[in-house]
């Protein structure tokens, strides 16, 4: 099913709008289940910032959208609504109701760093290299029972925290991870790359729902270092790396 012309013929003519149909298809394709919401979000602003949709134009109904993205409609609904929030999107309801691209797309703040997909790669790339690399090799030491106590503390701290608090208190958990370690050297270099992460992060909302996510992977990689489990805590990791990386892309790109 193509998309929907989004207007009605009274605003947009009689002519008929044709959908870029291999852009979509391309586009919108099954996600990585392990990052579902993350990569619902990326797709859609895909198809939103290369122009498959245009201002104005409905995107396909949540069924749709949920079978060729091979996830759950609650998943897209979810996603739908973050892209909503941020004001990309706009839900209408009654007879012509539906989801709609807005037609005044957000900008950037006035004074705002930019970043080029260069320094996206850059910051990612390096990140996947320390951090599961930290994860993996704490997880093969006997770790002290301050060091244990010190990641379920910094676990539980990002799984309570605020809105205004939560970036502060998720790069605490990163850096006891990368302490975990055992390489002192290894905690400068993360903190460095989380400082660069963090004015990427500053540039798109906070989402709710990948907070969720996100602490849900949080959980996964702390309990595979507390087992002494390194291919489990390096996996989770990089699939929390993953999860970031298309929300960075989808949003800065």
């Not at 122009?51 to 409609?73: K, M, Q």
């Not at 999107?89 to 957000?106: D, K, N, Q």
């Not at 903190?191 to 849900?216: C, F, G, V, W």
Request: glycine residues 8%; proline residues 5%.
């Amino acid at each position: 099913m193509a998309f929907s012309a989004g207007r009605s013929e009274a605003t947009r003519g009689s002519a008929v709008v044709p959908e870029p149909q291999q852009a979509s298809q391309a586009l919108l394709r099954p996600v990585r289940l392990g990052n579902a919401f993350e990569d619902t979000v990326g797709r859609l602003l895909q198809t939103i910032k290369l122009g498959v949709l245009a201002p104005g134009d409905s995107l396909p109904p949540e069924r749709e959208l949920a079978t060729r993205l091979g996830v759950s409609r609650d998943t897209v609904r979810e996603a739908i609504k973050s892209l909503a929030d941020a004001g990309y999107l706009v839900s209408r309801r009654g007879r012509y109701g539906g989801t709609f691209l807005a037609e005044s797309l957000p900008r950037p703040t006035e004074g705002v760093v930019r970043f080029g997909r260069a320094d996206i790669d850059d910051a990612l790339r390096l990140r996947e290299i320390l951090e599961v690399g930290a994860a993996r090799m704490a997880a093969t030491r006997t770790l002290t029972a301050a060091e244990r106590d010190g990641l379920w503390s910094r676990l539980s701290d990002v799984r309570c925290a605020c809105l205004e608090d939560y970036r502060r208190l998720d790069s605490r958990l990163h850096l006891a991870v990368a302490e975990a370690a055992g390489s002192p050297s290894l905690v400068p270099l993360v903190a460095e790359n989380r400082m660069r992460l963090n004015a990427l992060l500053d540039q798109i909302p906070l989402l709710r729902r990948n907070i969720t996510h996100s602490n849900e992977q949080h959980e996964a990689i702390v309990i595979a270092i507390l087992a002494g489990d390194p291919d489990a805590a390096a996996a989770a990791m990089q699939a929390h790396i993953a999860g970031s990386a298309a929300l960075l892309h989808g949003f800065l790109d």
